[in-house]
């Protein structure tokens, strides 16, 4: 089967071939940028002006002249704007904090199919109104007053949020999608190339259709599907979904590439039934250390997640043949050894603040003592203790709790209290 990326280069090849200087291609993401490079040196076999590869979120960010706001710093923005608005009866940061977010993903999603904020906040606050009236009250309690103003007010916390985020030339992305749309007929982002070539998507959502279907519509752009007629003929199957609907509007419809890979291609699929996330990744680095003994090349070998918390434990067990991984997907902090490492001090801590006893409740113990990074840098004092015996000692003992001169008696010489 050819790869997508490469039909795209040979596209390239045969209608643009003398204009790549001048050419834009946009994909989904970043990632297929490097592989499309590596397609087009192989196709053209000749130096070539290289076209410009932007991924959807550069093209919104150049179009909305807005750059992507850091997380914390939109919190904290937001935090600021919704102060600004409530005045004294704001809550602290720390409360604020554990439901901000969802603030923030409420704004995203309003903004990036376009919805008329003032009207959505208004509904929102007389439908709540309807809710919490009732013809056995007299009036409404001060909780439900508060709350229904809350939400009249949620309109005006997004106005001051969105303000503040635009003269500091920044925003999120769903602030980025709407400011690309409304720049979108008078930004020089479009013109300064003589065609685009949008290539590889599936979902759009409603501003990618909008600016998608005018550059289209306009012949500025041509859309490059990468479609397999298995899937997107036939209607019970849900990964066409998307890709059936783009075709519903005129302007994106195209021929090109709609391919039959799925049922001309030959397929063999074992499957290994495995009870736990570790015997998944002992089966992986089986299957690869069993496919190195029989001579196959890894090259065009990929192996697909169905959990990203997989990621550790299947490259702490690839064969030691295997040097260079190349990873493709993004993995929470919140899975690291270093996020667990500090979450569980943290917990220890709070355990001993609250129980006023000074001692440590033995599985918060065993959690720093089992921890990777703990494990190397204990054995980098090459201590005579090793903190598996350490373990067994609590455990045979049967403490519950570990005060600071227990836990000397359990490391002996090799202990030391700072």
Known sequence: ???????????INHHHQSATDSLCII???????????????????????????????ELVSQLSELEQADNVDLICDLYVAYCNVLKEKAETFDAFAKWGNLMLQDFYEADRYLVDTKA??????EIKEIENWSLSANELTSTQQDYIQFMQQMGLIYDEFTKNLIQKKQGYQGLMYRKAFENFNHSNAINKYSHILIAGF???????????????????ATLLWDIDKYYFENNEYEAGLFLRKNFTNQWLKSDSFIG??????????DIIAVPNKVGQAQVV?????????????????????????????????????IENVNITMEYPLRFTPIYDLVDNLISIHHSVSKNNSGSFY???VFKILQNPLFINYYQSFNPSITLQSVIQKIIDKNYVWLSIHTLEDLFEQTFKCS
């Open 1 to 11: 089967m050819t790869p997508f990326l490469r039909l795209v280069a040979e596209y």
């Open 27 to 57: 994909l989904p993401n970043k990632r297929g940028a490097l592989y499309l490079k590596q397609h087009l040196a192989a196709v053209f076999q000749k130096t070539i002006w290289l076209p410009t590869i932007i991924s959807a979120e």
């Open 120 to 125: 959505l906040y208004q509904n929102l606050k």
């Open 202 to 220: 599936n979902a759009l959502n409603k501003v990618e259709t909008i600016i998608f279907s005018e550059l289209a519509k306009t012949k500025k």
């Open 260 to 269: 039959n890979n799925f049922i001309d291609i030959n397929k063999k699929i």
């Open 285 to 321: 680095a089986h299957q690869l250390s069993q496919w190195i003994k029989e001579g196959k090349s890894l090259h065009k070998t990929a192996v697909v997640l169905a959990d990203e918390s997989l990621l550790f434990p299947i490259i702490n067990q690839l064969p030691k043949e």
């Open 362 to 364: 033995y599985l918060d």
